[in-house]
């Protein structure tokens, strides 16, 4: 019996540890066949994650890049900046200078204004000087060359609408240069003018010089204003006329003296 009962013992205890063994022989099968099945779907989601960064990482990058542009942009924008402004000083240390050489400080109280606007059209420009610096209207606008281009036509606080002398709203006496032959100019537009209202019988001829005439109240005298181009002149008529071409051009007027009063 007590045989019998060990031979059982033993065969009971064999049978746990296979059954133990087969157990842990499919379990690790079992773990082997899912992650057999399971490694496409991880590798999806490895990639999957691995793109999903790379997308950030490149916006990221993208982001990045960008801030980078505008910064060089802003600094770009403020060299252009730095650099008109360097360029416009040049211009007014110039356009100053030639002034020095005319002399012109020593007849006229001048104020220098920057034109910030000009309708072609009608012949008007606008410059960045107003009655806060002493300007107003009718005052006696010159280039540096001192020649007369125009007048204050309206004033505001800071700025001011020059009238030029081709604009047909001009109108004025002037005469001829080196004789007794008066006229009056006016604007045609687009920098024409004429002057007209000459007697026929005097003798004026194409390059004679034109000025402001003593008798015109607004401008000082003697201020060139251009010179005969054609000249108009019919027997049947009592008057003359003639063209008269600028002797300022559209460069000229970028910065212009409005003449405050006469020294």
Do not use: H
Not at 24 to 49: A, C
Not at 166 to 182: E, G, P
Not at 195 to 204: A, F, K, N, S, V
């Amino acid at each position: 019996m007590k045989s019998s009962a060990t031979r059982n013992t033993i065969l009971f205890a064999v049978i746990v540890i296979l059954v133990f063994l087969s157990f842990n022989f499919y379990r690790s099968e079992i773990k082997s066949f899912f992650y057999l099945i399971s490694s496409p779907v991880q590798k999806i989601f490895w990639q999957g994650g691995k793109n999903i960064s790379n997308f950030f990482n490149f916006w990221t990058d993208v982001r990045f890049s960008q801030k980078k542009i505008e910064i060089l942009e802003e600094k770009n924008i403020q060299l252009l900046t730095e650099n008109e402004q360097l360029k416009s000083l040049k211009d007014e240390n110039d356009v100053l200078r030639s002034a020095l050489d005319l002399q012109l400080q020593k007849q006229f109280d001048l104020v220098l204004g920057q034109t910030i606007f000009r309708d072609s059209t009608k012949d008007f420009i606008t410059i960045d000087k107003g009655s806060n610096d002493g300007i107003a209207v009718d005052m006696p606008v010159i280039t540096s060359k001192n020649i007369l281009c125009g007048k204050v036509f309206e004033v505001y606080s800071d700025f001011s609408r020059i009238m030029l002398v081709s604009s047909s709203l001009s109108s004025f006496d002037a005469k001829i240069s080196d004789s007794d032959i008066y006229g009056v100019v006016k604007g045609k537009d687009g920098f024409n003018m004429e002057i007209t209202l000459i007697p026929r019988e005097q003798d004026i001829i194409v390059g004679n010089l034109v000025t402001t005439s003593p008798l015109e109240g607004i401008f000082p005298r003697g201020l060139l204003i251009g010179e005969i181009k054609d000249i108009n002149k019919k027997d049947t008529e009592p008057f003359q006329s003639a063209n008269i071409r600028p002797l300022f051009e559209a460069q000229d007027l970028n910065m212009v003296f409005i003449i405050l009063r006469a020294k």
